[in-house]
């Protein structure tokens, strides 16, 4: 537990000294405009948003997670169960300001859920009245992607998706989070 | 003495290739293109194989006496120099005189298995001193300096800072390619000189 | 009351429509207009012709707000208008409840079919209601309470329209369709008329 709020202590931190800050509204509707343009472009076919909302998280994340580390100055996970910690309380934290919960961990601990109580990229929204959007389309899918990207980059191959989503009438808004494997320093063979 | 002089930096791609070369001041020889390639690619194997022959030391081995314990703490964890590790009897200079390679091995107690053997940490002559830094990501930051500069860890984060700021964050710059950001170079330069 | 509320667009274009009755000294919030059988589309009319004192009273002051400022006296109406710093127009009709004298509430049962469901309430409903409020504050359209009043609904519904229009499938121009944003409204309505 302690290592919990320690963790928290840190993200706080970094939130409050090294973080640039920017309008939430020009994030929120940057994002929104983005998610409805897709919705758009790919005439509603809803399944292809949220390939593409994930392609554009993972790009974003394999490159955000050295901005992590720099700034973030924090070591290795031990385990899963700390990565998950630090993704919540200082990743969360340091780019959107807010802290998921971390929860229904299976008994292997290598899944969890995330649980987001505030999701700015949401504010605002109301999902077409199509009759299909509420259904199909994951409107913050980038987070998965992102996170998938940033944690490849450090040697964790994972899957992230949404679960449930308050804009579609849920009472929550989940993502879970599965560890695949850790991926290997892999050593270029002719090296050796 | 001028001691905070920084001659050049190099940053290696995890897969070991060149992907940024520099020269801050002069005072090294400057070696042909295809050169500091070849120092890359070599740097990135001999960096993996003195993290490879880590040995793997039971925990206790950190809590002996002092003059063991400081020197076999840094022949596993912090692999000062390939002559520290290939000749572990002979304590080197580098070994003794500087304190900040040795602060890690005090954090952890090697052999955590979780942390992983972190390599070749640094490699130092009578005229400049190599510090490498790899990022948890796999890239490395090669840094030459004077061998007396003090604070290379502060630098080094700085240029990891920047690094991440201008050049990941460039949305231009195409991931593991070779580093052509002008405001990357901008920055960096200016940083630097306003430490001197 | 009886309150007929519409939001057009700067190009007056009707982007959002709601008829509501008073909430206040007992009222159920169902509207009950004294034509019941012409409401709907009279209460249009008359809010769209008061659009040109709307364009002139937008420049006498810097106000939003722009109070009571128009009545049709045959059908008893007032108009209040609110205008966004973009251009669209709130404005809110409303309209006392019937006088006992002039009930016509009488002969109006068969033509219910017309009309939307709150508007066959009115018909059945009738004058007895419409009594009970008629001797409250808001009874006075041009009361200065009434005016605070409306003053508060429509800086509410501004809120919450421009968190409707915020939302990023919301196409500027077109009708609000959101459900939420008619609750909001709804509620608004509920807690100042």
């Known amino acids: 537990m302690s290592s919990t709020t320690k963790t928290a202590r840190i993200g706080e931190e970094l939130w409050k000294t090294r973080v640039d800050k920017v309008n939430a509204e020009l994030v929120t509707l940057t994002y929104g405009t983005i998610v409805a343009q897709l919705c758009q472009d790919y005439d509603g076919d809803y399944t292809e948003v949220n390939k593409q909302l994930d392609k554009m998280g993972y790009?974003?994340?394999?490159?955000?997670?050295?901005?992590f580390l720099a700034r973030s100055n924090v070591g290795r996970c031990a385990n899963f169960r700390e990565t998950a910690d630090m993704v919540a309380k200082v990743g969360f934290k340091m780019f959107l300001n807010i802290s998921p919960t971390v929860t229904n961990w299976t008994s292997d601990n290598n899944q969890f859920s995330l649980i987001f109580e505030e999701n700015p990229l949401a504010d605002f929204v109301e999902l077409p009245d199509d009759g299909r959007s509420q259904d199909e389309l994951w409107f913050s899918n980038i987070l998965c992607g992102v996170l998938r990207g940033a944690l490849e980059m450090v040697q964790m191959q994972i899957d992230a998706h949404f679960v449930s989503d308050i804009l579609r009438g849920d009472d929550t808004t989940e993502m879970r989070v599965s560890l695949v494997r850790y991926i290997e320093d892999e050593m270029p063979p002719d090296e050796e | 003495m001028y001691v905070s002089t920084v001659y050049s930096l190099i940053i290696i791609n995890k897969a070991g290739g060149l992907v940024y070369q520099r020269e801050f001041h002069s005072g090294l020889h400057k070696l042909s293109t295809n050169d500091y390639l070849v120092l890359a690619g070599t740097f990135h194997g001999v960096h993996a194989i003195t993290r490879?022959?880590?040995?793997?030391?039971?925990?206790?081995?950190?809590?002996t006496n002092p003059t063991t314990a400081s020197h076999s703490a840094t022949a596993s964890l912090s692999v000062t120099s390939p002559s520290s590790t290939t000749?572990?009897?002979?304590?080197?200079?580098?070994?003794?005189?500087?304190?900040?390679?040795?602060?890690?091995?005090?954090?952890?107690?090697?052999?955590?298995?979780?942390?992983?053997?972190?390599?070749?940490?640094?490699?130092?002559?009578?005229?400049?001193?190599?510090?490498?830094?790899?990022?948890?990501?796999?890239?490395?930051?090669?840094l030459f300096t004077d061998p007396f500069m003090a604070n290379i860890d502060v630098v080094m984060k700085k240029i990891y800072e920047l690094y991440a700021d201008f050049v990941m964050k460039n949305p231009f710059y195409q991931l593991e390619m070779p580093v052509r950001c002008e405001s990357f170079d901008r920055h960096l330069g200016s940083w630097l000189r306003g430490r001197i | 009351m009886s309150y007929y509320f519409t939001i057009l667009s700067p190009t007056d274009a009707p982007l959002f429509n709601i008829a509501f009755g008073t909430s206040k000294s007992g009222g159920d919030g169902i509207a009950r207009f004294r034509f019941p059988d012409t409401a709907q589309y009279m209460n249009q009319f008359i809010i769209h012709s008061s659009l040109d004192i709307v364009e002139e009273a937008q420049w006498m002051n810097g106000n939003l707000y722009l109070k009571h400022i128009d009545t049709y006296p045959p059908a008893?109406?007032?108009?209040?208008?609110?205008?966004?710093?973009?251009?669209?127009?709130?404005?809110?009709?409303?309209?006392?409840?019937?006088?006992?004298?002039?009930?016509?509430?009488?002969?109006n049962t068969g033509s219910s079919s017309l009309l939307g469901s709150s508007f066959s309430a009115s018909a059945l409903g009738g004058g007895s209601s419409g009594r009970a409020s008629s001797s409250s504050i808001a009874a006075n359209p041009t009361a200065p309470q009434t005016e605070e009043a409306v003053r508060q609904f429509m800086n509410e519904v501004y809120e919450n329209y421009v968190k409707t229009v915020m939302s990023p499938f919301y196409r500027v121009g077109l009708e609000i369709k959101s459900p939420v944003f008619r609750a909001r409204v709804t509620a608004a309505g509920k807690k100042w008329l």
């Not at chain 2, 304590?91 to 900040?100: D, G, K, L």
């Not at chain 2, 955590?112 to 790899?134: H, I, M, W, Y």
Request: charge should be neutral; hydrophobic fraction near 30%.
């Open chain 2, 52 to 63: 490879s022959i880590t040995p793997r030391l039971p925990l206790a081995s950190t809590a």
């Open chain 3, 76 to 107: 008893q109406a007032y108009i209040s208008a609110f205008l966004t710093p973009s251009g669209a127009r709130f404005l809110l009709l409303h309209q006392p409840p019937q006088l006992p004298s002039t009930s016509s509430s009488g002969g």
């Open chain 2, 87 to 142: 000749t572990p009897t002979t304590p080197t200079p580098t070994a003794s005189n500087n304190p900040t390679a040795n602060t890690p091995s005090s954090t952890y107690s090697f052999p955590n298995p979780s942390v992983p053997a972190s390599g070749l940490e640094f490699l130092e002559t009578d005229k400049f001193r190599l510090t490498c830094f790899q990022t948890q990501t796999g890239t490395k930051f090669l």
């Open chain 1, 59 to 67: 790009n974003i994340g394999l490159r955000l997670i050295e901005d």
